[in-house]
């Protein structure tokens, strides 16, 4: 946006003065008293008069100007009339007072000073009508002495001056450019500014996001109206205090949020915090929101005060939960006649006869499709539960022959893919964990590796003690995984690009259960990749069982 033009400002927009024609009246009066008083009534005639009339008119007619009443083209024309006047005085007063004719620089010094350099041209050339009508007017009578003997005070303290005030008016119209050219500035500055911010304030009440901001005495600088509904549904006032019931709860929709841990006291404490779920509204009517709380500084130590942001997430809360009841739901309703149907098969193939070949290779066929699919379904069920809320059958596990035994047939697959998997176990490895579970990780993490590395390549499997850590590592030689596709390997349903142009069986809930395992466990899981660099899990978990775990 460019800004506005820089033009000088015009002597007529100048702001006018009333010192100018007031002191020239005032001490026009002066010498005419001081005259009348000294040489008697008859020293002064009708030009005297009729110039102090002609200099009340041009001072009225300048208040009229100066308060806007009248137009401001009479502005150059009054210090004419006024020096005009003055020199029609000077025809009877200058011969009795020769230094009377100084009240001429006061319309010269009125030119230049409003009205600039020009003005000072046009004060230099009346400076020479007035020198002009002293020297051959013959105003004042010779004395013995030539007359510019006489006046040659007069005229240098009248060059002087008009030279000191021209000076001045060029220093004031030089000042008066750049206070115009500052303004100017500020003015586009700060139409720019009221523009961000109609802008801004504009976005932040179309967003359906709360946003409310506090300075550091906790008052209240600003809100939206998605804020402003939500304070009214939870009870709370813009201000931080309570309304006598105060829908506020934890994530669970039930436990009340303590008075001292609302967002606004503790973000007024100084706290910064990021997605902090909460419910608000009576029960049966309420919301979700993720809340945000930021500091806002001047410098590091002058706080300014504090923001607080609230996402609404109720819609994303209630599609999750309506997904895990659906996987819940389906995923029981589907075990129970999958299990059905594998008992049945097996009862069946024993009343087969054993010369029935046909009819046993294709029951064995089904039954292998049948367990692979109760193996997705109770993937699912795994899938649909957490980490926190997972049963553990602790006891001391000897990690050596469970790896073993997991691994039996993964040797099978992996010699058939063409794919060298080696295995190293600490010898005499104790864990305290649920050997199924982590049969469940070797497996998952270990069927992995083998199915996306392509032949020829390698697998190698590592188990040892590390301080008071069990510790597991599976690294593969594979097409490695990018960034985003690493940000996205533990979530539930992920599948990666290869896996889904290679066509590579699963439905991607493996590595969720896996992080959901560990996490029970009191472990953590890492993951390093490279894109056609292979990838490589390690796991940790605590070689006595979960804290405060019940064995």
């Known amino acids: 946006m460019s800004g506005p033009s820089q033009v000088p400002r015009r002597h007529a927009d100048r702001p006018t003065s009333m010192v100018w024609p007031v002191s020239t009246l005032v001490v026009s ?25 002609v200099l009340t008119a041009v001072a009225s007619v300048k208040w009229l100007v100066h308060t806007g009443r009248l137009s401001q083209r009479w502005r150059p024309l009054l210090p004419v009339l006024s020096l005009a006047a003055l020199l029609w005085m000077g025809t009877e007063i200058v011969p009795v007072a020769p230094t009377a004719a100084l009240v001429v620089t006061l319309p010269l010094l009125w030119l230049a000073f409003e009205f600039g350099t020009t003005g000072a041209l046009l004060a230099f050339v009346g400076l020479l009508a ?8 013959g105003v004042v009578p010779g004395q013995g002495e030539p007359l510019w003997v006489q006046y040659v005070p007069l005229v240098l ?27 100017d500035r500020l003015r586009a500055t700060l139409e720019a500014s009221e523009d961000q911010l109609l802008l801004m304030k504009t976005l932040l009440d179309t967003v359906q996001v709360t946003i409310v901001a506090y300075d550091d005495a906790g008052e209240q600088i600003w809100d939206n ?5 939500l304070a009214a549904r939870a009870g709370i006032r813009s201000d931080g205090t309570a309304e006598p019931v105060v829908h506020y709860y934890e994530a669970d929709r039930v436990t009340p949020v303590p008075p001292e841990e ?5 973000a007024h404490r100084g706290e910064e915090f990021d997605a902090q779920l909460a419910w608000f509204g009576p029960p ?7 809340l945000y709380a930021r500091q806002i500084h001047r410098t590091p130590e002058d706080r300014y005060g504090y923001v607080i942001v609230g996402i609404p997430v109720t819609d994303v809360l209630d599609s999750v939960r309506a997904r895990e009841e659906f996987l819940t739901t389906v995923s029981h309703e589907l075990r129970t006649p999958l299990t059905s149907i594998i008992g049945y098969h097996e009862l069946i193939e024993e009343e087969l006869d054993a010369d029935d070949v046909t009819a046993l290779s294709m029951l064995r066929i089904a039954q292998r499709n049948a367990h692979v699919l109760l193996s997705r379904v109770s993937q699912l069920i795994q899938a649909s539960g957490t980490g926190e809320g997972m049963e553990l059958k602790l006891r001391s596990v000897d990690v050596v022959e469970l790896t073993d035994t997991t691994l039996t047939q993964l040797h099978h697959a992996a010699d058939a893919a063409g794919i060298d998997l080696t295995v190293q176990v600490q010898p005499g490895l104790k864990a305290t964990l649920d050997p199924d579970r982590f049969a469940q990780v070797i497996d998952n993490l270990v069927n992995n590796a083998v199915k996306y590395t392509p032949a020829p390549g390698a697998v190698d499997v590592r188990l040892w003690q590390h301080a008071d850590d069990l510790v597991l590592e599976v690294a593969d030689t594979g097409p490695g995984l990018s960034e985003s596709e690493q940000s996205h390997v533990f979530e539930r349903f992920y599948r990666t690009a290869s896996a889904t142009e290679q066509a590579v069986q699963g439905i991607g809930v493996g590595l969720s259960v896996v992080k959901a395992i560990v996490e029970a466990h009191g472990g953590v899981i890492e993951l390093e990749s490279n ?7 390690e796991v940790r978990l605590p070689l006595d069982g979960p804290p405060q775990a019940e064995v």
């Open 157 to 183: 303290l009248g060059l002087g001056l008009l030279f000191g005030g021209l000076q001045l008016a060029l220093e004031r119209e030089r000042r008066e450019q750049r206070l115009t050219e500052q303004a």
């Open 225 to 229: 109206p998605d804020a402003r509904a």
């Open 130 to 137: 007035v020198l002009q009508m002293l020297y051959s007017g």
């Open 262 to 266: 609302y967002a606004i006291p503790r």
């Open 29 to 53: 009066v002066l010498v005419t008293a001081s005259i009348l008083v000294v040489d008697g009534p008859d020293a002064e005639g009708w030009p005297t008069a009729l110039g102090l009339v």
């Open 531 to 537: 894109p056609g660099a292979g990838t490589r899990f």
């Open 284 to 290: 049966g009517d309420q919301v979700a929101y993720l």
